[in-house]
């Protein structure tokens, strides 16, 4: 049906695109398969390069979707196919059941009772979360679900009883809905690559080598230590440019936002523990434009100590530290740094959806871009690597081509 | 300023002898770092990879880094741009080598349009041993005895003078390489010259620095094998030789060949040819069925070298059985082929990958003579 769009992802791509085409006049399906919007934006400490939380902006974000009527959001939601032509899609959404009803009121009360935890998706498994929570502090919609993985099931039943509103119903079942659309928009993100893939960088077998999506969660106030990023003062920090970018054997394309996000990371260190040391290792930057600026001023910070050389290896060293082990090229020695922390810049790999019919996906699995004529838009980092500004740009320019149809 | 002249045809000849991906080398450093058997106050191969891009031939050739170079392939298993420094490395040393061999005659050797004539020199070399040495007759005496087709004294007619000439030319490839170290890294020793020779044969015979290698690991023991093996067998050669002579001499009577096969030397060369041809088959089979990236490309001089080295250990084994049971005419013509082949593996020794061995225990030699960083 031509005047309808259906977005599928609701990180900041696909609620740029939503809210842009609703407010252009078109009736748009927004369909996320967590239990909240905001997606990996979310789980940022702060954005580069104004440093700003990006909480205020997805918030902004929020208060259009309340107030437009023609974006109808489905969470915990999944396309299970595409059929049909340009103008005329159908679509199968599956929705699964979060447990929760909308009588729900986020007062806490569930949380408090239920007796077993898992890991908290929101901080990559860096902390424990109770089976029925909220998905975290940002929530739209501020509903609690049940994560089934963790939770025991009806027999234990506690939160039931907790529930002063009836909102637990644990009877319900996953719904398919049917939606006609003209044409579709594919917000589907990205997730970091699995560092533990990259065998010599130590990830899961040295202590205190972190991602930097995990380096954002440790940062963050609302992280899993308050934003103290370790539990004890940090006096040396090292990071670890093109951990599996550039690199045949993992993602051979550039992510092109780690340089950035390892500086501005950088600022987290630097800011909160004035003494300490950051080593960024790299093989070339690539701030272009004005994060340029940004890094000039990193660059004028002389506790930060920029080496180029790619890291091969990260091993134990003492006192629980970790040795990174790269060629220090512009100094023309091999060098080993004793560090407190690691924190390996990974790249960004695109996400794939159950639907398997559409779209045309490149090499590498992101969605070209050059199908907007077949009524199929990709936006963000569906289509590729790039940062939040690059990507609601992106967003609202690939709505005008669904306007057209 | 320093201008840097590119030399395109360096890199070519690099390109050509097995470095064909150099140029996807984006210079991140990974394999220096990588490499547990680099130097860290020099660290290779980042900086050889750059130089063979930009071919700059001075800078490759009194390298001593490259000849350090094991080819272990950490570096080409984990380089992120389909580089292979350890291959690129591999083909800086076979340039090399054909630069320092005496008269340039490492390139004879490379060239594997001049395999048949550089076979064809010992066959009828040996070939006129055979017509004129030989007993008459000598295919229906039994038992059978090798000195009757082709006597030991008219071999080593020709092998004296041929090894004469092969020592000759592998001290004139040391001492070319040893001065170009010596130009490009300055003369000041902080060790002795005898102690560095000392502290490498200690470091070969260990094979210490092979042993760092991790992606490529099994082909340390196998090389150890081939290694010891092959140091047997030229160990036997020369006994046997030696025995000859001084009963030739008159020296004493010691036993003469065939000798028995419970006698010491005889013991010593069947177990040193099992040996390395145990390790032969682990480099060979693991050459064949492992990916380049892991055990490096396998190019004519490799193959060159290390068929001729197996085919000498087998045809004398082969000679040996069929003496043993008495089968004159294979026995006599492998006989005929083992000897074609010693003196191929041997005499052109220092012009082939063989001379891998005299070039890599200069350098490391020369590293042993000076103090680096741990």
Known sequence: MSGSLLVIGGGIAGMTSALEAAECGLKVHLVEKDFSLGGRVLRMNRYFPKLCPPACGVEINYRRLRSNPDVEVLTNSEVVSISGVRGEFSVVVETSPRYVNARCTACGDCEKVCPVKGKDPHNYGLSEITAIRAPHKMAMPMRYAIDMDVCEGESCGKCVTACKYGAVDFAMKPVRTTLVVGSVIYATGWKPYDAGKIENLGYGKIANVVTNVEMERLAAPDGPNGGAIMDKPVKKVAFVQCAGSRDENHLPYCSSVCCMASLKQATYVRERYPDSEVYIFYIDLRASGKYQLFQDKLMGDSNVHFIKGKVAKVEDGEHGQAVVVAEDILGGEKIRVAVDLVVLATGMEPVTTRDERLPDRDEYGFISANQGRNGIHSVGVAKSPVDVTTTIRDATGSVVKALCL | ?374
């Not at chain 2, 220096?32 to 191969?45: K, M, R």
């Not at chain 2, 040495?133 to 041929?162: H, R, T, Y």
């Not at chain 2, 080295?309 to 003496?323: H, M, N, P, Q, S």
């Not at chain 2, 003196?343 to 070039?359: I, N, R």
């Open chain 2, 1 to 374: 300023m320093s201008v840097i002249q590119p030399d395109i045809g360096v890199s070519l000849r690099v390109m050509e002898k097995g470095g064909d991906s150099l140029q996807k080398c984006f210079q991140c450093g990974n394999c220096s770092a990588i490499c547990d058997v680099t130097p860290d106050d020099d660290p290779f191969p980042r900086r050889e990879m750059l130089y063979a891009q930009w071919g700059q031939k001075e800078k490759l050739l009194g390298n001593v880094n490259v000849w350090l170079c094991h080819q272990c392939n950490d570096c080409s298993f984990h380089c992120p741009g389909g580089a292979n420094p350890g291959d690129v490395m591999a083909a800086v040393r076979n340039l090399s080598f054909q630069h320092y061999s005496y008269l340039g005659f490492g390139r004879y050797l490379s060239d594997p349009k001049l395999a048949p004539l550089l076979l064809a020199i010992p066959a009828v070399l040996i070939a006129l041993v055979v017509a004129v040495g030989s007993l008459p007759g000598f295919m229906s005496m039994k038992p059978i005895v090798f000195s009757n087709m082709a006597p030991v004294m008219a071999i080593d007619l020709i092998f004296i003078p041929a090894m004469v000439f092969a020592v000759v030319a592998g001290l004139a490839g040391i001492i070319a390489i040893w001065r170009d170290f010596t130009a490009h890294y300055g003369d000041e020793r902080d060790v002795a010259l005898i102690k560095a020779v000392w502290l490498t044969l200690l470091g070969v015979l260990r094979h210490d620095k092979m042993k760092k290698c991790v992606v490529n690991a099994p082909r340390t023991n196998a090389h150890l094998l081939l290694f010891y093996g092959f140091f047997a067998l030229l160990a036997t050669t020369t006994l046997v030789a030696l025995m000859h002579w001084i009963n030739l001499l008159g020296i004493a009577s010691v036993a003469e060949t065939p000798l028995p096969l419970s006698h010491p030397v005889k013991v010593l060369g069947n177990i040193g040819a099992i040996t390395a041809l145990s390790g032969i088959y682990i480099i060979v089979t693991r050459r064949l069925t492992l990916n380049a990236k892991q055990v490096g490309g396998t190019l004519y001089y490799d193959s060159f070298f290390g068929v001729v080295l197996f085919l000498t250990i087998a045809t004398g084994i082969l000679a040996e059985l069929f003496r043993l049971v008495d089968y004159s005419f294979p026995a006599f013509a492998i006989y005929y082929v083992h000897l074609v082949f010693v003196f191929t593996l041997l005499v052109y020794a220092p012009f082939s990958k063989f001379a891998h061995m005299l070039y890599r225990a200069t350098a490391l030699t020369f590293t042993n003579t000076r103090k680096r960083k741990p």
